[in-house]
C-alpha cells in the first residue's frame, strides 16, 4: 500500500509534470546527455534573467534523473556561504555522509552515471575559480554538472581549452507565445484574456505563473500591470535585488523609458538637478558619475547590450515601467519630459541614417499606449538602409506595387515614377536591394495631365479645392505608394522605417499645408492615425482595380508641426483606458487668404496699442502667431525646467505662469503680445532700406507711436498730407508683405 506521503510526492510530481511547457530543445539535450555512453561534455551551463524559468528547468531535469534511477545532489547556492568549506560541508551533509568523509574523496570513485545541480549560482561567484581550478577536475568523468544562474560563464572558463571543449552553455530565454499560451491554457485562464497576458509577460514564465495565480483568485478581471502592483513587485525582485543609489534607480528608469540607452543619453536625462530623487541623492554628498551608472546597467542580468545601446529584455521594461507608473507617475512624467528634450535637440543635430534612429527614439516614447505599441517594431532595424531611388530600382519598385495593388496601379506608379523621381524614398536590405519604399506625390506641381492618370492624386487635389485651397509657395502631398517587398503594409520593420520617414518629411518639408495617407487597410490602423492626429477623409477614398483606398489626412496650417509635437507630447503618458485631447487650442487656427490677411494686418496696425481689441484680430489665430507663441512657451518651460535664467522670461516677464502648456492656449493675452511683436519687427525691418525709411517714418508715426491726427502726424514729418498718405499707403503695403510671406514660408 502506497504511503499518503509516497501518494502527495506523486501528486506534487505529477501537476508540476502538467504545468511545465516549452523547454523542448534544452529537455532533449539534457536527456541526450545523461542516455549517453560517454558523456558529450561535463558541465551544462544555464543562465538567464531571474525568474526565466531556471530553477523549474532543473527541478524537471532532477525529475528526469529520478525516472532513470541516476544518482544526484542538488545544491541550492543562496542557502550556503561562498566559502570552499561551507560548499564541502553542503555537499557532506546533502550527501548523507559522516564529518570525517571527504564528498569529493566519494564523488571521485563513483563509476555509475551521475549529476550535480547548483542553482543560484551567482550568488558563490566568489567560488566559481576554486570550482573550476580545484573541486571539479577531481570529480568522476561519470558526472554531469549542471549550473544554473542569472550570469554566463565568467571569463575564466570561457579561455580555458579544456573547459571550452567540456562546456556546453545553454541561455534560457522566454517561452515562445505558442509555448505561453498553451501554459495560460492549462492554467485555465480565459482566452479573452490571452492576448493582454501576452503583451506583458513577453512569455516570461514567472510573470506567466503570477498572474495565473490572480486569476486563481475566482476573481473576473481584466488583466492589466497597474491593477496588479503586487505582480509587478515579485518580479521586480527577481530582476535586481537591491539598488545601491537614488541615482542608479533613476538611470535604471530612464533605462527603462528610452529606447536605447548610450551615455550621452543617461547625461543629459539625469543630469537636470530639479527632481526630488536627484536632489536627495545630491544631498547625500553622492558624485554624479555616469559612466559608473552606465557600467552598473551594464552588468545587470536582464540589460542587453546592443549595436546602439543598452536595452532591458521586454519584461524588465514592462516590469519598471508600470512599478514607476504606479509608484511614481509625476517622475515617469518628469523622465519623459527629459527623454523629450534630448532627442528634440538630437534632431536638430543629426541627418540621414542617424535622424531615423533619432525619431524611432523619440516616437519610442509613445510605446506605452496601445494605439501605438502594437503598430511599429521597436527593434534596432539596423539592416535597413534609407536611399534614394536608383534607375536600377524601378523594375523591383513596380514589381512590388503589380504584386500587392495590381498591374493598373502598377503603371499610375511608373507614372509618377517617370515625373516625380526625386520624391521615392527606397529603404534597401543588407545586400541593397529594395526592401520598401515610400512615393510621395507632391500635388502642388502636378499638372492636369498627371492627376488625370491617378484616381488617387485626383481625388486629393479636389478635396484640396473644395475644403483646403493652396495659398502662394503652399504644397501639399500625398504618400500615393508605401510598402515593405514582403509583407506589403503590415507591421513590419520596413513599414516602421516608412513611417518614420512620413514623420521626417513632415518636419522638413518648407511649406508644407497638407498630407494625405492612403491605406490598403484604412480601417486597420485607424487607432493610431487618429493618435497621430491625422484624420480620416472618406471624400478622398479611391478605388483601383477594385481595390479601395482608404485615405486620411492633416492641415499643417492648422495644426502645425510645432503644435503637433506638443499634442503628442500630451499623450506619451496615457494608456489605453485614458482619453486623450487632440486639440491643440480653445480653437483652430486659421488658414486666411491673401484678400482676409491684408484686411486683418491693416485692422492690427490701426489698433496697435488697444490689445483688448487686437485680442479679436485674425491673426492672433494665424500660423506665424502661434509658432512665436509655441516655441516661447516651450523655451520658458525648458528654461524652468533646468533651473536657470533665460532671456526669453524678461519678454513673458508679464505672462502668467505657464507650467502646462495647454493652460497657455486658454488666455489670448500671450498671443496678443507674440502679434504686437511681429507687427513692430515687420515696421521696423523697413529702417533697413534707405528707400523704405520714409514708410516707416509714416507708419512709425501713424500706429506704433501715434500723433493724435494723421495731419499732425504729417506736421511732425514734416511732409504735405498728400505725401505722407502715400508713404504710409506704401507703408502698409510693404508691412503686410512681409507678414504675409512669413506666414505662408
Known sequence: MTSPMTSLLQRLSAERNRKFVGREREVELFLDAIASRELPFHILHVFGPGGVGKTTLMQQFLRFCERSKISTIYVEARNIEAAPESFVSTLRSLMGLNESDSPLHVLAQRQERNVIFIDTYEAITQLDEWLREVFLPHLSVNTLIVIAGRNPPLSGWCSDPGWQALMQTLPLRNLTPEESQTYLTTRDIPTTQHQAILEFTHGHPLALSLVAEVFAQGKEISFQAESAPNVVKTLLSRFIKEVPTPLHRMALEACAVIRLTTEAALNQILAVPQNTLAGEAHSLGEKLDVHDLFEWLRGLSFIESGQLGLFPHDLAREVLIADLRWRNSEFYTELHHRARQYYTKRLGQTQGQEKHRVLLDYIFLHRDNSAIRSCFTWGEQSSLLTDSL???????????????????????????????????????????????????????????????????????????????????????????????????????????????????????????????????????????????????????????????????????????????????????????????????????????????????????????????????????????????????????????????????????????????????????????????????????????????????????????????????????LDLPFSTYRRHLKAGMTRVTDILWQREIS
Open 390 to 716: 536608383r534607375e536600377t530600382d524601378k523594375t523591383a519598385l513596380l514589381g512590388m506595387v503589380a504584386e500587392y495593388e495590381g498591374e493598373e496601379s502598377a503603371k499610375i506608379a511608373a507614372h509618377w515614377l517617370k515625373r516625380q523621381p526625386q520624391n521615392v524614398v527606397v529603404f534597401r536590405d543588407l545586400h541593397s536591394e529594395p526592401a520598401g519604399f515610400a512615393m510621395m506625390v507632391a500635388l502642388q506641381t502636378a499638372t492636369v495631365e498627371d492627376l488625370s492618370a491617378d484616381p488617387g492624386a485626383l481625388a486629393s487635389w479636389q478635396y484640396l479645392q473644395t475644403h483646403a485651397p493652396l495659398r502662394p509657395n503652399e504644397g501639399a502631398t500625398i504618400f500615393r505608394f508605401w510598402m515593405a517587398r514582403d509583407t506589403y503594409q503590415a507591421v513590419s520593420p520596413t513599414q516602421s522605417l516608412i513611417f518614420i520617414n512620413f514623420v521626417q518629411y513632415f518636419q522638413k518639408t518648407p511649406g508644407l499645408a497638407y498630407t494625405f495617407l492612403p491605406c490598403a487597410q484604412a480601417d486597420s490602423w485607424t487607432a493610431m492615425l487618429n493618435y497621430f492626429d491625422l484624420t480620416r477623409l472618406s471624400e478622398t477614398d479611391f478605388t483601383v482595380e477594385g481595390r479601395h483606398y482608404g485615405v486620411y489626412g492633416h492641415d499643417w496650417r492648422i495644426v502645425s508641426p510645432a503644435a503637433w509635437k506638443e499634442i503628442l507630447a500630451r499623450k506619451e503618458v496615457t494608456t489605453a483606458g485614458e482619453s486623450v485631447d487632440n486639440t491643440p487650442v480653445d480653437e483652430p487656427l486659421l488658414v486666411l487668404s491673401q484678400p482676409e490677411f491684408v484686411e486683418a494686418v491693416q485692422n492690427a496696425l490701426r489698433n496697435f496699442n488697444s490689445p483688448d481689441v487686437l485680442q479679436n484680430n485674425p491673426l492672433v489665430r494665424s500660423r506665424s502667431v502661434q509658432e512665436v507663441f509655441w516655441r516661447l512657451m516651450s523655451e520658458q518651460v525648458a528654461a524652468k525646467t533646468n533651473m536657470s535664467e533665460n532671456p526669453l522670461d524678461t519678454q513673458l516677464s508679464e505672462q502668467p505662469d505657464c507650467g502646462h502648456l495647454r493652460d497657455a492656449w486658454v488666455g489670448q493675452s500671450q498671443c496678443v503680445k507674440v502679434l504686437q511683436n511681429l507687427v513692430k519687427q515687420a515696421v521696423e525691418s523697413l529702417q533697413s532700406s534707405p528707400r523704405d525709411e520714409k514708410l516707416y517714418r509714416a507708419v512709425y508715426r501713424t500706429y506704433l507711436n501715434p500723433a493724435p491726427t494723421q495731419e499732425q502726424a504729417a506736421e511732425l
